[in-house]
């Protein structure tokens, strides 16, 4: 690329957060204060530059990961701002797989919250370093020390501030640099005016004892810093920045920050801790692939080197009305070149890149190649989804996609004239591309096409995009909970057969299961072949595989998809002339939804977990009415003057849950929530959703 930066200076993070704890804000001033923009944008005036689509300016939320390549005192970062709603949770799930490091920032007011937790529990799966921003402390109501506190207690993280705030709400007026023991205070309101001073002697106590704290929970994470503090010996600031590096790159220390990005204040001092702890793409471990079609699979490292083979994830799939589709991609190893040949091992398919740029949120700046540890967009491949991987056609490697979550609402949509069907085909398919939560079913029964997602909010997105940026006008059913059906226990010996004969070659399947509940919830479906002697070819086993998986797809109870069960093919029986693919795959069909009916089925349904605040005379009311909707409380407690309750809500009662909490409590009490697991349906509520299901047939 035209710049040479050597590897060492690259930082890919990302921004990750709750709702409205000022992410995309932050990320704005990043921007203007590293020269990409030259006019502070905000979310509130609907003109910020990582929120580009029009909906994101309109409802002040973003729902898109941008990515953006800017440069601060000769690093060069690559940055993600992600969503913070839980319906665009997939966003922040792929970015934070191609990410060496990540920001969260947290809002002073409302503190750790369900999502804060969520994304925490994300980048702790992909083993991401952190450092923590406390924003907002100008609002009021804000505290520094409560938010610390909840990032220990709720988080569980071992974190230490690098700074102490000079005051809150409207006094809060500098910070102090525990490291350097000094004392910045802002001149301007752009924040471009720093001053550096001395630490009041007021405030020189404070400063060495919360200097103190640091330095022995650093030691907690780091040798030689342990060995310096009990020998009681002097820690140079060089020492300490080195030592920060390394327990934040090895996960075992969270550095905390703290300021007000819409009041341009410690944002600057966020970009000089990212680029001094967080880790370079030589830093964070090699990335681990399987090569395709070694049997047992064999696995690889591929290392942040452009003389490695070639291995990239396509991690996000936008389209642009201008260049059509953009592949983000994050180069792991070797150089991916314009023009060059590529091969897809997830859909076994050889791509040719046509063009390949540098992207600055949604502007684009053309280059010819791209080398291990960068993040670019590729454009012209044809059949490359989110999650797949790009390696060179001689070397071929297969890396782990990312963890898809389940939908958990759905909705009927319908063409509103018939030429528009064929062209809601198409948007559809676009949409499958780029988002790997969305799904797309045709209901034979009520031939409705059904979508599903991850919430009410993610599916209007989609309906709205398909009106806005295709021009197409459907009919919407209401939203919906996406049940599932699961078994209670083990069910054996269960036959299915397939067997027609209607002159000429006929056709024969027969196969003998054992179907049993998986050990663990969220296990999907676990298939075993343990045929012995041939009683069934190896040809026919992948069908028989398909047939279950397949079958899957509509329970016995009320149609809906079944999960969470282990099938063990065991024994059955061919025919050498009429034997077939389709003729085992109807046989395992049959033998899946006896077995269901034999191991007792019941419905599950997606339990969401809420997190409610409220004012003190509001809380009866709201807790009254909470209580009616099958809720479970977990937790209670207070968050500056309001009181806050956790519990575990079947989503199914919370539909429309917005207009009741904003009328009983005056607009003043506030929720959120995200999927915490499925339960089984209580049996008079099942017998309603199956009453609702026979009656919807009917109307067909």
């Not at 921007?31 to 030259?38: M, R, S």
């Not at 071992?158 to 910045?184: H, M, W």
């Not at 060059?340 to 997830?346: D, G, P, R, T, W």
Request: glycine share 8%.
């Amino acid at each position: 690329m035209a710049d040479k930066t050597p590897l060492e200076d690259y930082r890919n993070f990302g921004i990750i957060a709750h709702i409205d704890a000022g992410k995309t804000t932050t990320s704005e001033r990043i921007l203007y204060y590293t020269g990409v923009i030259h006019k502070l944008g905000t979310v509130d005036e609907g003109n910020a530059t990582m929120d580009w689509m029009e909906q994101e300016q309109e409802r002040g939320i973003t729902i898109t990961s941008a990515n953006t390549t800017t440069f601060w005192k000769g690093k060069k970062l690559n940055i993600i701002d992600t969503p913070g709603h839980v319906d665009f949770t997939i966003e922040v799930e792929r970015s934070l797989k191609v990410l060496d490091g990540a920001v969260v920032v947290l809002c002073a007011t409302s503190g750790v919250q369900s999502q804060t937790e969520t994304v925490w529990r994300q980048a702790d799966r992909y083993g991401v370093p952190r450092i923590a921003f406390i924003n907002k402390l100008d609002r009021l109501g804000a505290s520094f020390d409560r938010v610390l506190e909840q990032i220990r207690e709720r988080l569980g993280a071992n974190a230490a501030p690098l700074q102490l705030p000079d005051g809150t709400e409207d006094v809060f007026s500098g910070l102090f640099d525990l490291i350097e023991r000094k004392y910045y205070v802002y001149t301007t309101d752009d924040g471009s005016g720093i001053e550096e001073r001395d630490v009041p002697d007021e405030w020189k106590d404070k400063v060495e004892a919360a200097r103190k704290v640091m330095i022995e929970r650093l030691a907690d994470a780091d040798d030689e810093i342990a060995e310096k503090f009990l020998e009681d010996q002097e820690i140079s600031v060089e020492e300490l920045k080195t030592a920060i590096r390394r327990a934040v790159i090895a996960n075992k220390f969270l550095p905390v920050l703290t300021g007000t990005a819409l009041r341009n204040k410690g944002v600057q001092l966020v970009l000089d801790a990212v680029t001094e702890y967080l880790p370079s793409p030589l830093d964070v471990p090699p990335v681990k692939g399987i090569v395709p079609g070694t049997d047992p699979e064999e696995v690889v490292d591929r290392h942040a080197d452009p003389k490695e083979p070639l291995s990239a994830l396509v991690f996000k799939v936008a389209t642009d009305p201008y260049v059509g589709k953009l592949f983000y991609t994050r180069v792991y190893s070797g150089v991916l070149e314009s023009g060059s040949q590529v091969f897809n091992s997830s859909e076994q398919k050889k791509e040719r890149i046509s063009k390949i740029v540098v992207m600055h949120s949604n502007k684009q700046e053309i280059v010819q190649k791209a080398e291990a540890g960068e993040i670019v967009a590729v454009v012209g491949l044809k059949d490359t989804k989110s999650g797949n991987t790009l390696c060179d056609p001689n070397n071929k490697v297969l890396l782990e996609n990312m963890k898809i979550p389940e939908p958990v609402v759905s909705m009927s949509i319908e063409p509103k004239t018939k030429a528009d069907s064929d062209k809601m085909g198409l948007t559809l398919k676009k949409f499958l591309d780029e988002d790997p939560s969305l799904r797309v079913d045709y209901d034979q029964e009520t031939a409705q096409t059904i979508i599903s997602g991850m919430g009410e909010l993610h599916l209007e997105i989609i309906v709205d995009r398909m009106r806005r940026e295709f021009n197409l006008e459907v009919t919407v059913g209401k939203p919906e909970v996406a049940y599932k059906e699961t078994l209670t226990q083990k069910a054996e010996n269960i036959v299915g057969k397939h067997i027609t004969q209607t002159g000429g070659r006929g056709q024969y399947g027969h196969v003998v299961i054992n179907i049993e509940p998986t050990e663990k919830k969220g296990d999907g479906i676990i298939f075993v072949n343990e045929i012995k002697g041939g009683a069934i070819p190896r040809e026919f086993i992948k069908p028989v595989e398909k047939g279950i998986r397949d079958g899957a797809l509509s329970g016995v109870i009320a149609g809906y998809p079944v999960t969470d069960f282990k099938v063990t093919l065991y024994d059955g029986s061919y025919h050498d002339v009429d034997s077939s693919e389709l003729a085992f795959q109807l046989a395992a069909k049959a033998a899946l939804k006896e077995g269901l009916k034999k191991g007792k089925s019941v419905l599950l349904e997606p339990i969401m977990n809420v997190e409610l605040e409220s004012p003190d005379e509001f809380y009866s009311a709201v807790m009254g009415d909470i209580n009616t909707r099958r809720a479970i409380i977990v937790e209670t407690g207070m968050r500056a003057n309001l009181k806050t309750t956790r519990c575990n809500v079947p989503l199914a009662e919370m539909f429309n849950y917005v207009n009741a909490i904003r009328s009983l409590s005056q607009g003043r009490a506030s929720f959120s929530m995200e999927p915490a697991y499925y339960d089984i349906v209580p049996q008079h509520v099942a017998d309603k959703i199956v009453g609702a299901r026979e009656e919807k047939k009917s109307e067909k």
